[in-house]
Protein backbone atom coordinates (compact mmCIF):
# COMPACT_ATOMS: atom_id res chain seq x y z
CA UNK A 1 0.00 0.00 0.00
CA UNK A 2 1.35 3.57 -0.77
CA UNK A 3 -0.90 5.00 2.25
CA UNK A 4 0.29 5.08 5.85
CA UNK A 5 -2.58 3.61 7.57
CA UNK A 6 -3.41 3.70 11.68
CA UNK A 7 -2.92 0.28 13.54
CA UNK A 8 -6.65 0.48 14.48
CA UNK A 9 -9.46 2.06 12.56
CA UNK A 10 -12.51 1.91 11.41
CA UNK A 11 -13.18 2.19 7.79
CA UNK A 12 -15.74 3.56 5.30
CA UNK A 13 -16.00 3.34 1.32
CA UNK A 14 -18.25 5.95 -0.11
CA UNK A 15 -19.57 8.19 -3.41
CA UNK A 16 -18.97 11.13 -1.05
CA UNK A 17 -22.81 12.47 -1.09
CA UNK A 18 -25.43 12.87 0.65
CA UNK A 19 -27.68 10.03 0.28
CA UNK A 20 -24.47 7.54 1.78
CA UNK A 21 -25.14 9.73 5.07
CA UNK A 22 -21.21 10.63 5.29
CA UNK A 23 -22.66 13.71 7.69
CA UNK A 24 -24.04 11.36 9.77
CA UNK A 25 -20.96 8.77 10.09
CA UNK A 26 -18.80 11.69 11.07
CA UNK A 27 -21.21 12.95 13.39
CA UNK A 28 -21.31 9.95 15.26
CA UNK A 29 -17.70 9.09 15.32
CA UNK A 30 -17.33 12.88 16.43
CA UNK A 31 -19.65 11.53 19.55
CA UNK A 32 -17.60 8.48 20.33
CA UNK A 33 -15.52 8.85 23.62
CA UNK A 34 -11.96 10.53 23.19
CA UNK A 35 -9.95 7.44 24.61
CA UNK A 36 -12.22 5.14 21.38
CA UNK A 37 -11.26 8.04 18.83
CA UNK A 38 -7.66 8.18 20.06
CA UNK A 39 -7.69 3.96 19.90
CA UNK A 40 -9.05 4.20 16.22
CA UNK A 41 -9.01 6.76 13.74
CA UNK A 42 -11.63 6.94 11.16
CA UNK A 43 -10.27 6.28 7.57
CA UNK A 44 -12.54 7.00 4.57
CA UNK A 45 -11.97 5.92 0.90
CA UNK A 46 -14.28 7.36 -2.37
CA UNK A 47 -14.49 9.73 -5.36
CA UNK A 48 -16.35 12.74 -4.41
CA UNK A 49 -19.49 12.71 -5.96
CA UNK A 50 -22.26 15.44 -5.78
CA UNK A 51 -22.80 17.84 -2.37
CA UNK A 52 -20.02 16.95 -1.15
CA UNK A 53 -18.45 20.45 0.65
CA UNK A 54 -19.85 20.80 4.04
CA UNK A 55 -18.43 16.84 4.40
CA UNK A 56 -14.68 17.43 2.90
CA UNK A 57 -14.62 20.71 5.41
CA UNK A 58 -15.88 18.42 8.52
CA UNK A 59 -13.04 15.88 7.07
CA UNK A 60 -10.61 18.46 7.05
CA UNK A 61 -11.39 20.23 9.93
CA UNK A 62 -10.81 16.72 11.87
CA UNK A 63 -7.90 15.19 10.05
CA UNK A 64 -6.10 14.48 13.54
CA UNK A 65 -8.34 11.55 13.74
CA UNK A 66 -9.66 11.37 10.24
CA UNK A 67 -7.77 10.34 7.08
CA UNK A 68 -9.34 10.45 3.76
CA UNK A 69 -7.82 8.22 1.20
CA UNK A 70 -9.66 9.66 -1.82
CA UNK A 71 -10.20 6.98 -4.62
CA UNK A 72 -8.63 3.67 -4.12
CA UNK A 73 -8.26 0.72 -6.63
CA UNK A 74 -9.81 -2.76 -5.75
CA UNK A 75 -6.33 -3.94 -4.53
CA UNK A 76 -5.86 -1.47 -2.45
CA UNK A 77 -9.74 -1.46 -1.12
CA UNK A 78 -8.89 -5.29 -0.70
CA UNK A 79 -5.65 -4.19 1.68
CA UNK A 80 -8.24 -1.71 3.51
CA UNK A 81 -10.65 -3.96 4.40
CA UNK A 82 -8.55 -6.73 5.64
CA UNK A 83 -6.27 -4.19 7.78
CA UNK A 84 -10.11 -2.44 9.28
CA UNK A 85 -10.88 -3.29 12.99
CA UNK A 86 -14.72 -2.57 11.64
CA UNK A 87 -16.30 -1.09 8.29
CA UNK A 88 -19.19 1.52 9.19
CA UNK A 89 -21.72 1.73 6.03
CA UNK A 90 -25.11 3.95 7.13
CA UNK A 91 -26.18 4.53 4.06
CA UNK A 92 -29.69 6.27 3.46
CA UNK A 93 -30.27 3.88 0.60
CA UNK A 94 -28.78 1.39 -1.61
CA UNK A 95 -29.80 -0.45 -4.82
CA UNK A 96 -27.78 -3.88 -3.75
CA UNK A 97 -25.20 -2.33 -0.70
CA UNK A 98 -21.90 -3.78 -2.22
CA UNK A 99 -19.50 -2.30 0.10
CA UNK A 100 -20.46 -4.04 3.24
CA UNK A 101 -20.57 -7.64 1.01
CA UNK A 102 -16.83 -6.69 0.54
CA UNK A 103 -15.80 -5.83 3.83
CA UNK A 104 -17.63 -9.35 5.25
CA UNK A 105 -15.73 -10.97 2.31
CA UNK A 106 -12.43 -9.81 4.12
CA UNK A 107 -13.85 -11.47 7.18
CA UNK A 108 -13.76 -7.25 8.69
CA UNK A 109 -17.14 -7.13 11.02
CA UNK A 110 -19.55 -4.53 9.73
CA UNK A 111 -21.97 -2.20 11.06
CA UNK A 112 -24.30 -0.64 8.53
CA UNK A 113 -27.99 0.70 7.79
CA UNK A 114 -31.34 -1.67 9.02
CA UNK A 115 -32.60 -0.54 5.41
CA UNK A 116 -33.27 -0.84 1.86
CA UNK A 117 -31.46 -3.80 0.49
CA UNK A 118 -29.05 -3.84 3.53
CA UNK A 119 -30.89 -6.20 5.45
CA UNK A 120 -30.44 -8.70 3.18
CA UNK A 121 -26.86 -8.58 2.03
CA UNK A 122 -25.98 -8.88 5.24
CA UNK A 123 -28.50 -11.08 6.95
CA UNK A 124 -27.28 -12.06 10.39
CA UNK A 125 -23.95 -10.93 10.10
CA UNK A 126 -23.63 -7.66 10.85
CA UNK A 127 -24.68 -5.12 13.43
CA UNK A 128 -27.36 -2.64 12.03
CA UNK A 129 -28.38 0.84 12.82
CA UNK A 130 -30.68 3.53 11.82
CA UNK A 131 -29.37 5.65 9.32
CA UNK A 132 -31.16 8.68 11.08
CA UNK A 133 -29.97 8.45 14.46
CA UNK A 134 -26.29 9.45 14.90
CA UNK A 135 -26.47 8.02 18.50
CA UNK A 136 -27.67 4.88 17.41
CA UNK A 137 -24.50 4.15 14.72
CA UNK A 138 -22.37 5.94 17.62
CA UNK A 139 -23.64 3.31 19.96
CA UNK A 140 -23.24 0.22 17.37
CA UNK A 141 -20.01 1.53 16.49
CA UNK A 142 -18.99 1.22 20.00
CA UNK A 143 -20.62 -1.91 20.47
CA UNK A 144 -18.40 -3.66 18.42
CA UNK A 145 -15.55 -1.76 19.11
CA UNK A 146 -15.15 -2.79 22.84
CA UNK A 147 -16.22 -6.64 21.92
CA UNK A 148 -13.48 -8.84 20.91
CA UNK A 149 -15.82 -11.84 20.67
CA UNK A 150 -19.21 -9.65 19.06
CA UNK A 151 -15.78 -8.93 16.73
CA UNK A 152 -14.92 -12.87 16.24
CA UNK A 153 -18.07 -13.64 15.80
CA UNK A 154 -19.10 -11.63 13.07
CA UNK A 155 -16.18 -12.11 11.08
CA UNK A 156 -17.00 -15.73 11.13
CA UNK A 157 -20.62 -14.97 10.25
CA UNK A 158 -19.40 -12.52 7.84
CA UNK A 159 -17.40 -14.66 5.52
CA UNK A 160 -20.28 -17.59 5.48
CA UNK A 161 -22.81 -14.41 4.24
CA UNK A 162 -20.23 -13.48 1.69
CA UNK A 163 -20.21 -17.01 0.17
CA UNK A 164 -24.20 -16.74 -0.76
CA UNK A 165 -23.05 -14.09 -3.01
CA UNK A 166 -21.45 -15.03 -6.22
CA UNK A 167 -21.48 -13.71 -9.58
CA UNK A 168 -22.02 -17.53 -10.20
CA UNK A 169 -25.06 -17.58 -8.44
CA UNK A 170 -26.14 -14.77 -9.47
CA UNK A 171 -26.22 -15.61 -12.99
CA UNK A 172 -28.01 -18.82 -12.34
CA UNK A 173 -30.54 -17.30 -10.31
CA UNK A 174 -31.34 -15.10 -13.62
CA UNK A 175 -31.24 -18.18 -15.57
CA UNK A 176 -33.82 -19.60 -13.17
CA UNK A 177 -35.96 -16.59 -13.44
CA UNK A 178 -35.43 -16.57 -17.37
CA UNK A 179 -36.88 -20.13 -17.51
CA UNK A 180 -39.11 -19.90 -15.59
CA UNK A 181 -40.52 -16.85 -17.79
CA UNK A 182 -40.01 -18.73 -21.11
CA UNK A 183 -42.52 -21.36 -19.67
CA UNK A 184 -45.48 -19.32 -18.87
Not at 26 to 53: C, H, M, P, R, T
Not at 130 to 142: A, R, T
Amino acid sequence: LTFDLPEKFIFSVFIIEPRKNLIGLLSAYNNLSDEIKQEYKLVIAGFKGWENKEIMQIIEKNKDFITYLGYISDEELAAVYNKASCFVYPSFYEGFGLPPLEAMACGTPVVCSNVSSLPEVGGEAVVYCDPYSVEDIKNKIQLVLLDEGLQKELSLKGLEQAKKFTWEKSAQEHIKIFNELLET
